[in-house]
Each structure stands twice: as structure tokens, then as C-alpha cells.
T-cell receptor, first 116, second 112 residues
Framework: GAVVSQHPSWVICKSGTSVKIECRSL??????MFWYRQFPKQSLMLMAT?????????EQGVEKDKFLINHASLTLSTLTVTSAHPEDSSFYIC????????????FGPGTRLTVL | QKEVEQNSGPLSVPEGAIASLNCTYS??????FFWYRQYSGKSPELIMS????GDKEDGRFTAQLNKASQYVSLLIRDSQPSDSATYLC????????????FGTGTRLTVIP
């Protein structure tokens, strides 16, 4: 149980284009989903918290107009990187909150974005 | 600012030894605590959760929590090379919410 999928697993795009990443909770409903970014050899950085049916809450320094988050259902959240640039190249990971025993978060497998 | 501190390592142990990973947190009212394992190039995987003071064992893993000292640890017995990874400590500050504060992780290398 508590499986989270992400699609695509990797994507290469040209500078200036937009990329959409999907995050799904497969066997549970997640009222809250989280989006993280991780650069090589660095720790996880929380970008935003997404609650179903409401606007996402972005962490300080994360541009909400550049990283569009939609959480339209209890099993799906999407992150769209708009007008991507090479510095947006990173490993993007979503997680879904579930109360199994202790308010755990379960992570998707991640999406590796490379912007040329 | 809620802080979670971990020794970044690297921590090297020989195969078969006990690996001990430590974590301290600053928010005294934190409720639940987690250990995630992250292999290089992969996303974090939840391996242990603990809520109450004391020890919690699951196979070769034991989580230890001391709320008075604001300290949580992970012991890995009979360490295997496949345990080589970065271990992230995470703290949930309140019940009813899923947000976690992560440490920067401890890199463990198990030497065959």
C-alpha cells in the first residue's frame, strides 16, 4: 500500500518550453501532496505544499508563476515548469501525505528534468 | 525555524557491523519521526516511523526516540553493502498534518 507514481520519469526539453509532471497516489487518497527539488549531491528542498481543491502554498524563494501546481483530485497533483531554463534542470520529486500510523509522506520515484 | 540536524558523514562501517545514525531536532512539540533511505539517483523510501519514546525494531533496523533529549537514532544491525545510501531523518511537528522537516542526510557506506 501507499504507492505514489510520477510521470514522466525523465524529460529533456528545450529552453523556453513548458514541462508538466504528474504525481498520483495509486492506492490511497492524499489530501496533501508535496513537491520537492533536489540538485546533485544536495538535500531535498521543499518547493510547495498542495492541498486538494485549493491553491498551493509555495516556499520562500519559489516562483509560483514559474512552477504551477494543480491538485484537482485526491489522487492527482501536477507540477508545470513554465518557460524552463537550464538552471531548472533538477530532480523533481513529489510525495503524498497519508495517515497510516504517523502522518507519513510517501515519495514518488522522481522526475529528472534536463533543459537544453 | 524548525531544525533537524544530522551528521552529513560519510559514515563508513564494515560489513556485518552495526551502523548508528543520529538526528536531533529543535521543536520540542514534534510528534512523529521518520527515517528515509535514499539511494543515489533515486527518491527517498520510508524505512522506519516512531512516535513514542523508546525503541522500535523492524528486522535489522531499530529506531530509538528520546523526546526529552530531542534525539532520534537509527541502528542498522548486520550492515550490508546494499545498505549504502543516504539516510534522511524527518520530523512531523504536529498531529493532523503531513508536513515534514528533513535533515540534510547522513551518507552511509558499508565496506565489504
Amino acid at each position: 500500500g501507499a504507492v505514489v507514481s510520477q510521470h514522466p520519469s525523465w524529460v529533456i526539453c528545450k529552453s523556453g518550453t513548458s514541462v508538466k509532471i504528474e504525481c498520483r497516489s495509486l492506492d490511497f487518497q492524499a489530501t496533501t501532496m508535496f513537491w520537492y527539488r533536489q540538485f546533485p549531491k544536495q538535500s531535498l528542498m521543499l518547493m510547495a505544499t498542495s492541498n486538494e481543491g485549493s491553491k498551493a502554498t509555495y516556499e520562500q524563494g519559489v516562483e509560483k508563476d514559474k512552477f504551477l501546481i494543480n491538485h484537482a483530485s485526491l489522487t492527482l497533483s501536477t507540477l508545470t515548469v513554465t518557460s524552463a531554463h537550464p538552471e531548472d534542470s533538477s530532480f523533481y520529486i513529489c510525495s503524498a501525505g497519508a495517515y497510516i500510523s504517523y502522518n507519513e509522506q510517501f515519495f514518488g520515484p522522481g522526475t529528472r528534468l534536463t533543459v537544453l | 525555524q524548525k531544525e533537524v540536524e544530522q551528521n552529513s558523514g560519510p559514515l563508513s562501517v564494515p560489513e556485518g557491523a552495526i551502523a548508528s545514525l543520529n538526528c536531533t531536532y529543535s521543536d520540542r512539540v514534534s510528534q512523529s519521526f521518520f527515517w528515509y533511505r535514499q539511494y543515489s539517483g533515486k527518491s527517498p523510501e520510508l524505512i522506519m516511523s516512531i512516535y513514542s519514546n523508546g525503541d522500535k525494531e523492524d528486522g535489522r533496523f531499530t529506531a530509538q526516540l528520546n523526546k526529552a533529549s530531542q534525539y532520534v537514532s537509527l541502528l542498522i544491525r548486520d550492515s550490508q553493502p546494499s545498505d549504502s545510501a543516504t539516510y534522511l531523518c524527518a520530523v512531523n511537528p504536529q498531529t493532523g498534518a503531513n508536513n515534514l522537516f528533513f535533515g540534510t542526510g547522513t551518507r552511509l557506506t558499508v565496506i565489504p
